[in-house]
Structures are given as structure tokens and as C-alpha cells.
């Protein structure tokens, strides 16, 4: 299994709503990310969790929050948001955290905020 | 601290000519890379990867890349594009730490 599952795949929230992304893989990856991607934009890296740890937070505003509750799944956890994060929000898993493993990709979360 | 710089935002061939995206890379350490290609409204696909093995790289579909140290590149071709080539293309530059994207390079294939 070279998979990494999201849900859902389409989601509309109002800035008032709290919802929430899951994302799963079980490639046995010790690195899972979170990335925001704007139309005809590279993907913007959020978060990093290795090893179930926290371990980059990329000046993201509070409003987002990841959760990491176990080394297959990784939730990202969205209230007030504004109608500027409507993005495609791309999850990935690598074996570890940089160097030579590539990240697999899941296929994303098409977030609009009204 | 690492970058990678693609050259081209836009890339356009027509059906059965060759491909070249250009890509170019700083890293302090010795940096693995990477091709990724993005389908509309799809995540990212891996192409094929460089990790101070073979300079030449083959990947899937028929597209390579060539590491050149001295000219800091890492180039994607093919040598006959295909209309379900059309897509977005992403070089990417990986060091010890983290992944670092390029800005991508959208490549359209003529019928």
C-alpha cells in the first residue's frame, strides 16, 4: 500500500464553522506533512511531524492546529478561518524527514471558506 | 540553507517533440532531488528522483534528469511528449532537513 488517504476531498466552511482534515497512510512513514497550495502556486510546507512530534511549524497562523495521534494518521484542525485559506491542502509521508526517501502525497482537500 | 530555481513558468511543445525542464538547485550539503508532476486538482506524483547514485535519472513515463554538480542542475526531459504530459512539473531540492519546492513549471502539449 503506497497510499496516502485524505478526507474529505472537497469541504466548504463558513468562517464561523470548526471542521476538520484527516489524513492516513500506513507505509509505516516516520515524517507526515501538512502543505497549503494556492492556484498556480508550488505547495507552501505547514507542518512537519516526525516521529509523532511536532517538529516545524512554518509561522502558520493559530487558526490551523495539527494533530498527530498516531504514526498513521495526521488531522489538521481548522476554525475561523478566513475566506484567504481557500486552497488545495496536500497531505505527504516520508520514511523520515528529509535526506534521500521521497514524500508520497496524498490527493488533497479542496478547502473553500465562504 | 537550500533553493531550487525553475527557469521557466511555461513550457509549451507540441505532440511527439522533445521536452527539456530546466531546473536549477543551491544546497549547502550534497542535496537529493526530485521531479514531481501535479495533474488539475490532483496531488503530486513522484517522477523520479536523484540521490548521489547515477548522474543520469531515469523515472516513469519515459522522462529523465541529468545532475550536473558543476552547472547546479538538474534537468527533466523526455524525448517525445504526449498529450497526457500536459501538467504541472515541480523540482525539488531535499536536504538533510526538509523539502524546499520550486515555483513549477507548467508544461502544455499541441496536438
Known amino acids: 500500500d503506497t497510499e496516502v488517504t485524505q478526507t474529505p476531498k472537497h469541504l466548504v466552511m463558513g468562517m464561523t464553522n470548526k471542521k476538520s482534515l484527516k489524513c492516513e497512510q500506513h507505509m509505516g512513514h516516520r515524517a507526515m506533512y501538512w502543505y497549503k497550495q494556492k492556484a498556480k502556486k508550488p505547495p507552501e510546507l505547514m507542518f512537519v511531524y516526525s516521529y509523532e512530534k511536532l517538529s516545524i511549524n512554518e509561522s502558520v497562523p493559530s487558526r490551523f492546529s495539527p494533530e498527530c495521534p498516531n504514526s498513521s494518521l495526521l488531522n489538521l484542525h481548522l476554525h475561523a478561518l478566513q475566506p484567504e485559506d481557500s486552497a488545495l491542502y496536500l497531505c505527504?509521508?516520508?520514511?523520515?524527514?528529509?535526506?534521500?526517501?521521497?514524500?508520497?502525497f496524498g490527493q488533497g482537500t479542496r478547502l473553500t471558506v465562504v | 540553507a537550500q533553493s531550487v530555481t525553475q527557469l521557466d513558468s511555461h513550457v509549451s511543445v507540441s505532440e511527439g517533440t522533445p521536452v527539456l525542464l530546466r531546473c536549477n538547485y543551491s544546497s549547502s550539503y550534497s542535496p537529493s532531488l526530485f521531479w514531481y508532476v501535479q495533474h488539475p486538482n490532483k496531488g503530486l506524483q513522484l517522477l523520479l528522483k536523484y540521490t548521489s547514485a547515477a548522474t543520469l535519472v531515469k523515472g516513469i513515463n519515459g522522462f529523465e534528469a541529468e545532475f550536473k554538480k558543476s552547472e547546479t542542475s538538474f534537468h527533466l526531459t523526455k524525448p517525445s511528449a504526449h498529450m497526457s504530459d500536459a501538467a504541472e512539473y515541480f523540482c525539488v531540492v531535499s536536504d538533510r532537513h526538509d523539502m524546499r519546492f520550486g515555483a513549477g513549471t507548467r508544461l502544455t502539449v499541441k496536438p
Open positions: 505527504a509521508s516520508s520514511q523520515d524527514r528529509g535526506g534521500d526517501t521521497e514524500a508520497f
